[in-house]
C-alpha cells in the first residue's frame, strides 16, 4: 500500500472548485484596510482578526521597520539559546504588567503557545477538562499531553459538573476553555466555571486569542469582563489578533510560567519570533493603553453592527464580541452563501466540520475598529438581501 494513496484518493477540494464554490486560500492582492483587492475587485473585508485595526498603524509598521533594521530580519534560533533579544524580555515583562500577572512568556504563535503550554502544565495522573467547542489547537495540545482529557458539552456546565464528579478527587485538574469561542463569537461561561474551580479545586487556563485586547473594560479579555481575574491562573493570548503581530503569550504565576519555560517542546526547539513582530506587538501594546480610542471604536462597531443584525431579523445577541456566526446548514450551501456575499463585495469566512458540529456550517464575520458606517451598510445590506434568498431571515 502507498502511503501516498489518500492523497492520491483525497478529491474533496476538486469536487467543490469544479462547482466553483471553493472558498479556501483566496488570494488577497492589495489591503486597504477595512477594504481588500481581490479578483481586482475591491470588497469589504469582514473576515480577518485584526481588531483593532492597528495592522496598518503608522507607529506600529514604523516600529516593526526600526527593529528589522536594529536586528535584521530573524533572530535565527530559538528562545533557549540564541533568540531570545532584550525586545522578548521587555514585552514579556509588558504582557504581564498588562494582565496584572507576575509573569508572561511568548511563544512563535499563538496555535503553539497552546501546544506548549497544555501538554506540559497537564501531565500524566492529570485531567484536561476542555469544552468540545476548543479551538483546534487546544484539541492537539490534549493529544500531546500525557493527561486524561474529558470533553464537556460545548457550554454546558451541568456536563461539566457531571464530568467533574465523576472523576477522582485527587487528581489534578485543569479546565482548558477559548474565552471567547473563536467560530461563534460567544463567551465563556466563566462565573459558573469559577464556582466549579473553587468546589472541585481545579485550575483554570483560558485561551483569549478573540478575548484580549478586545473584551473587557481595559481590553484584558474575558476575565476583565466577568471581574475574575484573580480566579483564571493562566490566559494565553495570540497576537495574529488585536495585537497586529505574529506570536502568542501566556501570563500566570511566576513559578507556572517558569517550568512552561523549561519544558515546552515548542518554546525550546523553535526559533523565536522576529524582531519585526515584537516590535509591532509591543507598539500595539503601548496603543492600547495609549489610545482607548481603538477599543471604543470597535465597541461602537459591534454595538452597531448586533444591532443591525437583529433588526434585519438573523438573531445574533448582544454579546461584546465581534465575531458574528450566521448558521446556513450543510456545507456546500455555506460555500454557496459565502460565494453569494463575496459577489455583493463583502469577504467573510466559510466555518464548517470540525469548526462547527455537522449541519452547523454558516459563515462567520468578524469586525475591526477601523470598519466606517459605509462598510458597515454594505455588510449589512449583503447579509439581508442573502438571507432572506436563503430563507434565513423573513
Ligand atoms: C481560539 C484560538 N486559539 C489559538 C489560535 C492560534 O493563534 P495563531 O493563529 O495566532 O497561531 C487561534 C487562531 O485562530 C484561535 O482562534
Known sequence: MDVFAKCFDFKRDLEVQAVGLYPFFKTIEGNMGSRVVIDGR???MAGSNNYLGLTRHPKVVEAAIDATNKYGTSCSGSRYANGTYVIHVDLEERLAAFMGKPKALCFTTGYTTNMGAISVLAGRRDIILSDRENHSCIMDATQLSFAETKKYK???MEDLERVLEGSPADSGK???TDGVFSMKGTLARLPEIVKLKKRFGMRIFVDDAHGVGVVGKHGRGTAEHFGLEADVDVVMGTFSKSFAGLGGFIAGEDRVINYVKHHARQLIFAASMTPASVAAVTQSLKLMQEEPQHLEN???VVAKVRGEF????YSVGDEATPIVYIKVGEDIQAFQFWKD???LGVYTNPVITPGVPQGQSG???????IHTDKDLARIIDAFEKLGKKYGLIK
Open 42 to 44: 475591491e470588497v469589504v
Open 154 to 156: 460545548h457550554d454546558d
Open 174 to 176: 485543569l479546565l482548558v
Open 298 to 300: 470597535l465597541r461602537t
Open 310 to 313: 437583529n433588526r434585519i431579523g
Open 341 to 343: 456575499l463575496l459577489e
Open 363 to 369: 459563515v462567520r464575520a468578524s469586525f475591526m475598529a
